[in-house]
């Protein structure tokens, strides 16, 4: 038996790995601790042995030795950076990659390829709520508390998040409190709810303004709280004053007595938390909405009180570590800021580098793939646990965009649809078959240690980055263990602080929360009891207003179109599609409609509908149900479709793109 966690989701759910690569839950990792598990946990022990596996390097989709693979991609890189500089090389990142393999993708990239244009995909996945959470509480850490405390709550609302359906062991911790639900469907996780608000798609925002102004009109505020433990409420307060209910009520469709229901419900628990996920955080003006729901929360009382709070539910499995550890475009290790000059100092030192050597902030994800070979964008790519012809928005421009590429390399343990493209598959270990670290949505470093040998020919992304650093002129280390302790030494004095953290004491203690700056130190599950991470230890408020969707309905694209997951499938699908009974259980793509539209449209059920939006066009199978709203439909993103359609509009602060609203065109397929 080998003591692991799931290969999956942000819960990052304790499991076993017995003989024949049979799944059982733990008991001893909080997080499932209920002996939970979801069908994708269950079957995971398949990923392992479906016969889709790669197992050879591939050169323009011939079989190759390892150093024919390698040596060819250093030179081509090494002639591409000669000729375009440092920037013509790019580097694109997973929220699935250990902490070891996010920290040497950074260091690789600015060290051996000296390039800025680095990103990754959980910039897709968080990003809104880790920058609203950086400008209230100085930090951010996904859940600042642990998962367990939820269960002790008395009301927790979720805006935008279907737990139900996306990490069902999660609805566990949520027994005992009343939840309130915000979300234009009524998902699985709205059915289970005490209330559901149902808004428009693209308005939360003004949902979450117009319940403050609720609480202040009520006289509902935790004044004492405001004043001792705040800033910025009075600015907050005056800018609140045109969002009165009814005015919310016409712009989001949800009655001023549902507001007001919710917001006594919160006020008058003596626990509560407000949490957020994707549905309210992936929008051009995802920053400015988690803000608003922050401010609730802060407006109540909730943030840094035992049993209280404001947290994110990240997605991806190490969405959290991923953006610790310098894969992101603006930052270092240990959650530092790349154009901070203390903080170069301090990382340069311990990469034994000039701090002047390392490049500045680069592009964003989204704007990363947008510049591929175009003039001065990058002329080759470095893929690394992400597949974002699937999972992009304008999926088909940025399949475009990566077919004008010189040079495309990817890492995968499957030919997924963006390594079908690639120069070069590097064909790489997965979970079970390597050691290495992950932070799950609580901020509990977690240890996944290796239970099976890789399959032969198979290295690790580690090895692959090691090899291309070496050719380069480089020496990197390929042995987690010793990544980590080097991760350890740069994350030092940062706010992601993992250098009181060791592999024994993850093994012993069953994960352990970071901030942890010394190895004495018992780690920090609720780091805001005392203070916040700012200057003055005050969590700040921060006056925002709605806007409109970057595209709303009009005559030619009369309805919303909202994207999402389903129980079955995890991000673009390249796992789950190969895995027997997840394709069972949801085989294809569906385009879900009301009833009453679906009248409209002349459309049955299993009909084939084709939607249209100003980027493209997908096709899935009609399900009518009048759990979404009328002017809206649902597409699941697991599939080629649904983002070909999605909006690349841009959040200002995060560069988050709008997946989760719109405007589409829906019609049966003659
Ligand atoms: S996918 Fe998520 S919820 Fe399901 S078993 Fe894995 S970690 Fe747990």
């Known amino acids: 038996m080998t003591n692991t966690h799931c290969p ?20 001893d990792i909080p997080a499932n601790a209920s002996g939970a598990l979801c069908q994708k946990g269950w079957t995971a022990g398949e990923l392992l042995t479906n016969g889709e596996r790669l197992t050879t390097p591939l050169l323009h989709g011939e079989p190759v030795e390892w150093d024919v693979a390698l040596d060819y991609v250093a030179e081509r890189l090494a002639a591409i950076r000669a000729e375009h500089g440092p920037d013509g090389v790019a580097v694109f990142g997973g929220g699935g990659l250990t902490n070891e393999k996010a920290y040497t993708l950074g260091k690789f990239a600015r060290v051996a390829l000296g390039t800025s244009q680095i990103d990754y995909n959980g910039r897709f996945c968080m990003s809104s709520a880790a920058a609203a959470s950086i ?7 996904g859940m600042p508390f642990p998962i367990t405390d939820l269960a002790e709550a008395d009301v927790v609302l979720l805006a935008g998040g279907n737990v139900a359906e996306t990490m069902p062991p999660f609805v566990r911790h949520l027994s005992g409190p009343r939840v309130i639900v915000i979300d234009p469907r009524r998902t699985q996780t709205a059915k289970l709810a005490w209330l559901h608000l149902q808004p428009t798609p693209g308005t939360d925002l003004a949902l979450a303004l117009g319940m403050l102004h609720l609480a202040i009109a009520d006289e509902l505020v935790d004044e004492a709280y405001v004043a001792a433990r705040t800033t910025g409420f009075e600015e907050v307060r005056t800018s609140l004053a045109s969002w009165w209910p009814e005015r919310v009520e016409r712009i989001t469709g949800v009655p001023v007595y549902r507001m007001r229901q919710a917001v006594r419900a919160l006020a008058a628990a003596g626990n509560a938390y407000i949490l957020t996920g994707r549905g309210a955080e992936q929008h051009a003006k995802g920053t400015d909405t988690v803000s608003a729901f922050i401010n609730l929360a802060l407006a109540l009382g909730l943030p840094g009180r035992h049993g209280s709070g404001y947290g994110c539910v990240t997605g991806q499995g190490n969405g959290q570590g991923g953006r610790e550890h310098g894969q992101k475009a603006d930052q270092l290790p240990g959650y530092r800021k790349i154009d901070d000059p203390a903080a170069r100092e301090h990382v340069a030192g311990v990469w034994g580098v000039p701090a002047d050597s390392l490049p500045g902030p680069g592009r964003s994800a989204y704007e990363l793939l947008d510049a591929l070979g175009t003039p001065g964008g990058p002329r080759a790519l470095l893929l690394f646990g992400s597949n974002p012809v ?5 999926a088909e421009h940025v399949a475009e965009r990566i077919a004008s590429l010189d040079l495309l390399v990817t890492c995968d343990f499957v030919m997924s649809e963006t390594a079908a493209l690639a120069d070069v598959v590097f064909p790489v270990t997965q979970w079970a078959e390597e050691s290495g670290t992950m932070t799950n949505l609580e901020g509990r470093v977690l240890l996944r240690s290796q239970a099976v040998a890789p399959p032969e020919g198979v290295r690790s992304d580690l090895d692959v980055i090691a090899g291309l650093a070496e050719r380069l002129g480089h020496r990197f280390e390929t042995e987690p263990v010793k990544i980590f302790d080097e991760l350890r030494r740069a994350s030092k004095g940062g706010l992601a602080d993992y250098s009181g953290i060791t592999y024994e004491r993850i093994a012993a203690e069953k994960g352990v929360f970071w901030p942890c700056p010394e190895p004495g130190h018992p780690g920090t599950p609720r780091p805001f009891l005392d203070s916040f991470a700012t200057p003055d230890g005050r969590a700040r408020f921060v006056p925002v207003q709605h806007r409109p969707a970057a595209e709303e309905t009009d005559e030619d694209y009369p309805v919303y179109l909202s994207t999402g997951r389903v129980l079955a499938h995890y991000q673009s699908g390249a796992q789950t599609r190969r895995i027997a009974p997840l394709v069972q259980a949801a085989p294809e793509p569906f385009v879900e409609l009301h009833p009453d539209l679906a009248e409209q449209l002349d459309i049955s059920p299993g009909d084939i509908v084709r939607v249209s939006s100003r980027r493209g066009e997908g096709k899935a199978v009609a399900r009518i149900s009048d759990a979404i709203r009328r002017d809206t439909v649902f597409m699941p993103f697991h599939w080629e479709g649904a983002n070909r359609l999605t909006n690349p509009a841009l959040d200002p ?3 988050m793109p709008e997946f989760k609203v719109c405007a589409v065109r829906v019609e049966r397929d003659s």
Not at 9 to 22: F, R, Y
Not at 135 to 141: T, V, Y
């Open 390 to 394: 699937i999972s992009a928005p304008a």
């Open 8 to 27: 999956y989701c942000a819960l990052q759910c304790g499991m076993e790995i017995g003989p024949g690569l049979a799944i059982s839950p733990r008991t």
């Open 653 to 655: 602060t995060s560069r």
């Open 135 to 141: 400008k209230a509480f100085g930090m951010d850490r």
